[in-house]
């Protein structure tokens, strides 16, 4: 069963940094694009950074200059480190992928959240 484990989230005060993390576990052909969504209260799920095989990387306008994604992939693992956060970032954090399976399939892998909250 391929699945996704994230860590990291937690309360922080306005102007403070937190990272998440995310490993994929399980039998799978390939990795092709991680991210993170996240969904704030009463707010619509939205994506926040993904980042290809190849290290090409896409920011929401919100997060840029804040925020940095990361992979390792020989780890299959991505991260997000987020800097100065402010009340606007609190919300669920899901993690994302974009995967290949054995019988190379594409299918999207998503992670059961993690919380963040900022405040103020």
């Not at 929401?60 to 925020?67: E, I, L, N, T, W």
Request: proline letters at 2%; aromatic letters at 10%; charged letters at 15%.
């Amino acid at each position: 069963q391929v699945q996704l484990a994230e860590s990291g989230g937690g309360l922080v005060q306005a102007g403070g940094s937190l990272r998440l993390s995310c490993a994929l576990s399980g039998s799978f052909f390939s990795i092709n694009t991680m991210g993170w969504y996240r969904q704030g209260p009463g707010k619509q799920r939205e994506l926040v950074a993904a980042v290809t095989v190849g290290g090409s990387t896409n920011y929401a306008d919100s997060v840029k200059g804040r925020f940095t994604i990361s992979r390792d992939n020989a780890k299959n693992t991505v991260y997000l480190q987020m800097n100065s956060l402010n009340p606007e970032d609190t919300g669920v954090y899901y993690c994302h992928a974009l995967i290949s399976t054995v019988a190379l399939w594409t299918r999207e892998v998503w992670g059961q959240g993690t919380l963040v909250t900022v405040s103020s």
